[in-house]
């Protein structure tokens, strides 16, 4: 009885060896698919617009000085004012200047007075040097004076007009039309002509520049496309989000690449005529270089880089995953243009591909922005689907 019972007790853990042998190969065998998010490429148009960091600058700025000397007797500008150009802005004492008149035109005056006075000495002197009854030497004297108050006459209409020039500028006018920003000179002031104090700044908003940096592999089309028409450019300043972005038009290209950064300098300008741009700001610029029409474009998170160079995968009709080297073109916000190794239509995976190796099976899910299905019935397809 021994003997049989070991002989039964050795078949019954053969058996279930080979049972649980074949049921972990059954298991192996049986992979499950790798769950996945793809969406299909597509066909667009797709604008180049290369995106920069900007910052607003006036087209003009200009620090208002004194150019003469005096006490400042009125302020007729106040801080943050609109100014047109020729708009007075301060009123320095003019008594100082207007005594300085008066007292050139009587110098002129007295001096026109003796020049006629000399011409007839000149004139008798000639006629009495013709009968030799003057010496030669009375004559030149007197020719001498008569030269010398034509030039001391010029002189007094020279300076007859500087102090007129300087009684106008007593009157202190907006150079440019822009803003007033803060007024640091008042009423009471003793200002010195041309000292280093400044009494307001007025910057020029209306138009305006805005400057930005781009890569300098872009410099090429910007000059290419420069040459057919103007490039367009849109701005956008912090907290405008939901606004239309600022348009505005390219002016200037810097004449070098910045050696340090690799970039070239951009201006463009803007009209503002809504004053949305202001001196100082930043904004975010987006410079439309050209549109490609029937690209084909995935999200750009579906591209990886590997040993060949970018790839993406593609999960066909019978689910199984391949890895398609592409060329990619394009770059626009989170959208790529494919320009090699990819149709419109195939589907690219954008989430999911860590666990993916090519020839694996692939179980693809619906993004989570998918709309949820509206009744049992679409509830029942999805489940199917799965």
Do not use: H
């Amino acid at each position: 009885m021994s003997l049989t019972r070991a002989v039964v007790l050795a078949l019954s853990v053969s058996v279930l060896w080979s049972c649980g042998e074949s049921g972990d190969k059954g298991r192996q065998g049986a992979v499950r698919p790798v769950p996945v998010v793809a969406v299909p490429a597509k066909t667009e148009t797709l604008p180049l617009v290369v995106r920069a960091v900007g910052n607003v600058e006036p087209i003009a700025s200009v620090a208002v000085k004194p150019q003469v000397g005096g006490a400042i007797v009125a302020q007729l500008v106040r801080d943050g004012a609109d100014v047109a150009k020729g708009d007075p802005l301060f009123r320095i004492d003019t008594r100082p200047y207007e005594l300085a008149i008066r007292e050139s035109l009587a110098k002129l005056d007295r001096d026109k007075a003796l020049l006629v006075k000399a011409e007839e000495d000149l004139k008798r002197y000639a006629e009495l040097k013709a009968k030799n009854v003057v010496a030669q030497g009375q004559y030149d004297e007197t020719y001498s004076q008569a030269k010398t108050l034509e030039g001391t006459i010029r002189l007094n209409e020279a300076n007859l007009a500087r102090s007129r020039l300087d009684l106008e500028y007593t009157d202190i006018r907006a150079p440019i039309a822009g803003r007033v920003g803060s007024v640091l000179l008042t009423v009471g002031n003793v200002v010195a002509a041309n000292d280093g104090r400044v009494m307001c700044v007025i910057n020029q908003i209306s138009p305006i520049f805005i400057s930005f940096s781009v890569p300098e592999r872009y410099l090429p089309a910007i000059r290419a496309q420069a040459a057919k028409g103007g490039l367009t450019v849109t701005a956008a300043a912090a907290g405008e989000e939901s606004s239309p972005p600022v348009t505005a038009t390219l002016s200037s290209v810097d004449n070098a690449v910045d050696a340090k950064t690799g970039s070239i300098r951009l201006k463009a300008i803007s009209q503002n005529a809504d004053s949305r741009l202001w001196p100082g700001q930043f904004v975010r610029v987006g410079l439309n270089l050209a549109t490609v029409a029937d690209a084909v474009v995935i999200p750009t998170r579906a591209v990886m880089d590997g040993l060949k160079g970018p790839y993406v995968y593609v999960v066909g009709p019978d689910g199984v995953v391949d890895a398609r080297v592409i060329t990619p073109g394009l770059i626009v916000d989170d959208r790529t243009a494919v320009e090699k190794g990819l149709a419109a239509g195939e589907m690219v995976v954008v989430d999911g591909q860590v666990r993916l190796s090519p020839g694996a099976r692939a179980e693809v899910k619906p993004p989570a922005d998918a709309p949820a299905p509206k009744d049992a019935a679409g509830k029942a397809k999805a489940e199917a689907g799965r």
